[in-house]
């Protein structure tokens, strides 16, 4: 009998659990609509004027762009497509739309939308928050990055040499709706761009900065390739997949984080083998270099226990600085990580758990906010392929809920086993792609149920086994092994 009510205790735990993650989760994870295999985009818009602005300063392109858009049909309209190519779709991360002129309004919402596998545009569609209506307009500020999107030319360089890399794009911005004014800018991290691509009097050059345009009267679909190359002698960082634990210890007040790195340098390849004496020498002048040198992961003030190890063990080249405002761990890789180099590893630190948690007056509900990324921060920037975040919660936690600051692939609970556990810790799993190192400074936010009955779990379990410990020491005391008769 003891053992079944274990078993429904357990199963009534795990699905008060699930549901409670079910009824938060209102939107499809995959974020992707499907429509007819004859979908077009309706002209019920027009591109009034458009501004383009293509960073290039990081590893990664960057794209901000402001449309005024004009309803041009006899009905209000709350749907703006916006295209791209079927080999670019995939790679594209953190898009946002809004109001360029109230974004105290929050977001618009955005999702993929499918109606072709085959076809060579896809689109995504963003809902305004209120239907234009006819002739009204709307200035549109829409942020997205591209993953992958560079290429470095040559592929193979010298050890010391510069490095370049490519970006190939289209002067006019892919729309699904007549432009009748637009301009494109790109902001490269130097002055030094030794190609690009001539478009009559375009790009007008001023410093860093390259602009294409002003263009008239473009029509919907129409592209013009552009191609520019430009001196980037710095790492391309790009993480294959990258874990982050969140462990929670409400009887230990404290908040235990780990992130696990898969990394690489897309950058390009040494064309002869690496020489160690000629890297040493570079140590004394510290020239720029398109190699991995070290990596900055910036920490909250009160971090403790840092701790830096890769596949072989303890790295010992890292550096601590803690200060009453912030924390640094400076990680050293045990080599130069160079162009097409891999490196994998684990970073952990230790934090007070009452800057991240709060109890909910009259009740048993708490919250957490914490950054959904905190990783690596470096002024090229870092590109995550996949992102997986787990938060461990107290286990008995019921009711879970959570609100992303970016688009998920999927999310699940389950139960996580740890020492002395009984039915295990409640975790949540969250999986996003595409995720850029601009999510550092977003939350997320997750709200839990955990009666003060729960709290003495442990302690509990702890005195039972210790006294079921203590009394079979005793039983076992009183038996009788001896061989001989007794007298």
Same mark, same amino acid.
């Given at each position: ?294 990596? /900055?992961?910036? +920490?909250?003030? @009160?971090?403790? %226990? ?8 303890? #790295? &010992? ?72 975040? /787990?938060?461990? +919660?107290?286990? @008995?936690?019921? %009711? ?8 998920? #692939? &999927? ?77």
């Amino acid at each position: 009998m003891k053992g079944l009510a274990t078993t429904v205790t357990l199963c009534s735990f795990l699905s008060t659990t699930v549901y409670a993650l079910e009824s938060n989760l209102t939107k499809p994870l995959s974020s992707r609509i499907i429509l007819p295999s004859t979908f077009k985009p309706p002209q019920v818009f027009k591109n009034v004027n458009l501004l383009r602005n293509i960073n290039l300063e990081k590893c990664y392109p960057r794209e901000t762009i402001n449309v005024v858009i004009e309803n041009i049909d006899s009905k209000a309209q709350d749907e703006y497509f916006l295209p791209f190519e079927a080999s670019l779709v995939d790679k594209v991360g953190g898009l946002e739309a809004r109001d360029k002129n109230e974004p105290e309004n929050g977001l618009f919402e955005a999702e993929l939308v499918e109606y072709d596998p085959y076809s060579s545009t896809q689109f995504y569609r963003i809902r305004l928050q209120q239907p234009l209506k006819p002739s009204e307009q709307l200035t549109l500020n829409i942020n997205f990055a591209i993953l992958s999107a560079l290429t470095p030319l040559p592929a193979r360089i010298g050890q010391t040499d510069k490095q370049y890399l490519l970006h190939t794009f289209s002067a006019y911005f892919p729309s699904a709706y007549p432009t009748a004014n637009q301009k494109t800018k790109l902001k490269f991290p130097g002055t030094e761009v030794p190609e690009y691509t001539e478009i009559g009097t375009s790009p007008e050059t001023q410093g860093s900065t390259f602009t294409y345009g002003p263009f008239a009267s473009i029509p919907a679909g129409a592209s013009e390739l552009v191609r520019v190359r430009y001196e980037f002698t710095k790492p391309v960082i790009h993480a294959t997949s990258m874990e982050r634990d969140i462990e929670i210890s409400h009887w230990g007040g404290n908040l235990a984080i780990e992130e696990r790195y898969w990394l690489s340098n897309l950058g390009a390849h040494l064309s002869h083998p690496f020489s160690r004496v000629s890297w040493a020498t570079t140590a004394y002048y510290n020239p720029p270099t398109s190699a991995i040198r070290e990596l /900055r992961h910036p +920490l909250r003030a @009160g971090t403790l %226990n840092p701790y830096f190890v890769d596949d072989i063990g303890n #790295v &010992s080249t890292s550096r601590f600085r803690s200060g009453p405002r912030d924390a640094n761990v400076d990680l050293k890789p045990r080599y130069p990580v160079f162009g097409g180099w891999k490196y994998n590893f684990r970073v952990g630190w230790d934090a007070n758990l009452k800057y991240f948690v709060r109890k909910v007056s009259g009740g048993d509900s708490y919250v957490l906010k914490v950054p959904f990324l905190e990783g690596i921060k470096m002024a090229e920037g870092v590109e995550y392929e996949r992102v997986q975040v /787990r938060v461990i +919660l107290p286990e @008995g936690a019921t %009711n879970v809920k959570y609100d992303a600051p970016l688009p998920l #692939v &999927s999310a699940e609970i389950s139960a996580h086993r740890t020492f002395m556990d009984t039915l295990g810790r409640t975790a949540l799993k969250l999986t996003a792609l595409n995720v850029f190192d601009d999510v550092r400074e977003k939350d997320l936010i997750i709200t839990y149920d955990y009666p003060i009955s729960l709290l003495l779990r442990k302690p509990l379990s702890i005195f039972i086994s210790l006294l079921g410990v203590f009394a079979a020491a005793w039983a076992l005391g009183q038996v009788d092994i001896s061989i001989g008769k007794k007298r």
